[in-house]
């Protein structure tokens, strides 16, 4: 079973606010894991893998928790332009060859 | 310098007619995927290629069929086209290197089909 799970908001935050949203995923043997952003009507770009360590990319911090099944974005200093639906993908298969399963989005509005 | 790029980007048609989107990308990757993402926003892989073989086919129906002339290409043929199909359809691609997936696929900026 290949499921991806996250809340779809929208979430409206403040200009400067931190913000955070999580997702789940159904399978532990699950090998890698990654952010992707995708603005209106536009293509998903690839935000950031996601490590065991966890990782961070200026204001983005990525960590994964292995142990509850899920994966956690955190945004500092939110700006007007993150605001796009933020896609939490997981590759199941060990392999990208295989495809990559997408959750459905978390919409995120930066207001001023 | 497109890396992958779609054609069409819309395509508007009516129930039972026979199309084609062609993708076509320039990065020298050697998989290409179709994706498709429904109104409700849902992303969801229909078919990938590895070197012009079919490598996952997952449960959509006969009347999509996948066609890679090269590994520069992979396009979607839909047969006797019904309301449901009505969707963003993207492709995409990524690059095995040295026997390890890079894990980054570049999508193109998707095709738009509604069938009336």
């Known amino acids: 079973r290949k499921e991806v799970e996250q809340d779809p908001g929208p979430f409206n935050v403040p200009e400067g606010a931190t913000v955070a949203f999580n997702c789940t995923y159904s399978?532990?043997?699950?090998?890698?894991f990654f952010w992707y952003r995708q603005d209106c009507r536009k293509e998903p770009k690839l935000l950031m893998s996601?490590?065991?360590s966890g990782n961070e990319d200026g204001r983005f911090t990525a960590q994964l928790n292995r142990a509850s099944q899920y994966i956690s974005l955190l945004i500092r200093d939110s700006k007007l332009s993150d605001s796009a639906t933020y896609l939490c993908?997981?590759?199941?298969?060990?392999?990208?060859?295989?495809?990559?399963?997408f959750g459905k989005g978390t919409h995120l509005i930066i207001q001023p | 310098d497109t890396a992958v790029s779609q054609t069409p980007k819309y395509l508007v048609t009516q129930m039972g007619n026979d199309k084609s989107i062609k993708c076509e990308q320039n990065?020298?990757?050697?998989?290409m995927y179709w994706y498709k993402q429904d109104s409700k926003k849902f992303l969801k892989i229909m078919f990938s290629?590895?070197?012009?073989?079919?490598?996952i086919n997952e449960t959509v129906p006969n009347r999509f069929s996948p066609k890679s002339p090269d590994k520069a290409h992979l396009n979607l043929h839909i047969n006797s086209l019904e309301l449901g199909d009505s969707a963003v359809y993207f492709c995409?691609?990524?690059?095995?290197?040295?026997?390890?997936?890079?894990?980054?696929?570049?999508f193109g900026p998707g095709t738009r089909l509604t069938v009336t």
């Open positions: 290629y590895n070197n012009k073989e079919l490598i």
């Open positions: 399978n532990s043997a699950s090998q890698s």
């Open positions: 996601v490590y065991s």
């Open positions: 995409a691609s990524s690059q095995v290197i040295a026997g390890v997936p890079t894990y980054e696929q570049y």
């Open positions: 990065l020298g990757h050697d998989t």
């Open positions: 993908v997981v590759d199941f298969s060990g392999g990208g060859a295989d495809g990559l399963t």
